[in-house]
């Protein structure tokens, strides 16, 4: 069973917040998410369809292209120091930094009252962790969110690292997170593929390699549209579904967030009382 820290303006005292994730079972989780143009860059832009060529339409394309290449570069740099001693505090203060540097906002700062640049998950802490002061240790699973928008478009982005070192049932599970997600960018087909496939492509690629650990897509959270706004329709679940079935069009932007766990797909909303 893991933890969904839920973004909300009611923010816990940390020694309570603590007590309560204390009490969920432990559990691994990761993640591994990206918008599908931010990843193979021009690939993607021609695959899901070119817009008109006129100056409006480049300039949103160039905006775009500099939000997602701010979020990888924010990634890239805050990876480099999730190792033993540091903190999702230490990582928060960072990416402000570097998302000064870059010119671009948060969109994760103030969004429905949260109070961090970036999400940071511990362990069993699914997705929308607030960064604190915890210490990393050895082995630890640490997943970072990070959500940026320049000129009124955003970008959303997101992994998992191991700190220091850990066992083969965390690489693995990496791994495969990490695979299928490249493995569904590759199948999309532009005004063919429908959101319910890409559900039932994640869903079948983690099935197929069960084997002594057992992998599971979260069902209660998924992708979606991004563009003026961080969250859009569609909705791109991790799952086979029967409902909410969009067809990804030409020229639409998404994020492709697969949500994987060890041992079943269940979890537990801890909402967030607040803090006085």
Known sequence: MKVKIIKSTLLLKEKEQEARIAKQKAGFFARKRAEIWNIVGEKVIEKLGKEENDDKNIKNITNRKQTGQAVSKILKKLKREIKIGSSGKELDKLARQIMEEEKVKSSSLGYNGFPAAICVSLNQELTHGIPDERIFKNGDLVSIDVACNYQGYHADAALTAIVGEGDE????????????????????????????????????????????????????????????????????????????????????????????????????????????
Do not use: A, W
């Not at 590759?186 to 039932?200: F, L």
């Not at 599971?216 to 998924?222: H, N, Q, S």
């Open 169 to 276: 049932k965390k690489q693995n599970l990496l791994k495969i997170t990490k695979d299928s997600l490249y493995y569904v960018i590759q199948k999309i087909k532009p005004n063919i593929t429908t959101t319910q496939d890409i559900g039932e492509m994640l869903e079948k690629y983690l099935k197929v390699r069960q084997g002594y650990y057992s992998y599971y897509p979260i069902k209660e959270y998924g992708g979606h549209g991004i563009g003026e706004n961080l969250h859009q329709t569609p909705f791109v679940p991790n799952y086979k579904t029967v409902d909410r079935v969009e067809v990804i069009k030409e020229g639409m932007f998404i994020c492709i967030e697969p949500l994987v766990q060890l041992g079943d797909g269940q979890i537990t909303e801890l909402m967030i009382p607040p803090s006085n």
